[in-house]
């Protein structure tokens, strides 16, 4: 007698939404975002995206409210792949993402993962972001970008994506 096994229904990615909005909108929806987070959290991110808004005023920011972490790329374009900066916000931690991290020097050796284009720091507070070995990374990676910030570029805020299903945002 043949038994029939019932098929395992396929794994799906959460669902993302495609979001338009003006810019006061997408600046608000952001700061929505971050507020889901621990204050300290949540302070040490508006604290990071100020500093990162400082040092390039003519960055597009990039938003994924993903399923893991709030994710804000700091890019030339609107294409993701352009990307330079990236921080990523998590319950616990920030960290800044180099995007373009492959041949990067890192005489400090600051860089964390194994990625062979994107690496990583942890920003436990915004004086790791001000700090000279921070700095000259990020110097570097600005030479080294494929698509460098155009200086003629307005900065704004673009909501790339929500994700529909989300981790807590609070430990």
Do not use: C
């Amino acid at each position: 007698m043949a038994t029939s096994k019932a098929k395992p229904k396929p794994r799906t990615a959460a669902k993302k939404k495609a979001v338009q909005a003006t810019p006061g909108e997408a600046e608000a929806q952001l700061a929505g975002f971050v507020a889901k987070f621990t204050p300290e959290i949540a302070a040490l991110t508006e604290a990071v995206l100020a500093r990162m808004r400082r040092l390039h005023p003519h960055a597009l920011e990039l938003v994924y409210d993903n399923y893991n972490a709030l994710a804000v790329g700091f890019s030339p374009t609107e294409r993701a792949g352009d990307g330079i900066f990236s921080i990523a916000v998590y319950p616990r931690w920030i960290s800044l993402f180099f995007l373009q991290a492959k041949g990067l020097p890192d005489p400090a050796k600051l860089l964390q993962g194994s990625g062979s284009v994107a690496r990583h720091i942890v920003l436990p507070s915004l004086a790791v972001l001000n700090s000279p070995e921070v700095q000259s990374l990020m110097a570097a990676a600005l030479e080294l970008a494929k698509v460098p910030f155009d200086p003629a570029v307005k900065h704004r805020v673009i909501i790339k994506s929500v994700s529909e299903k989300q981790r807590l945002r609070r430990p």
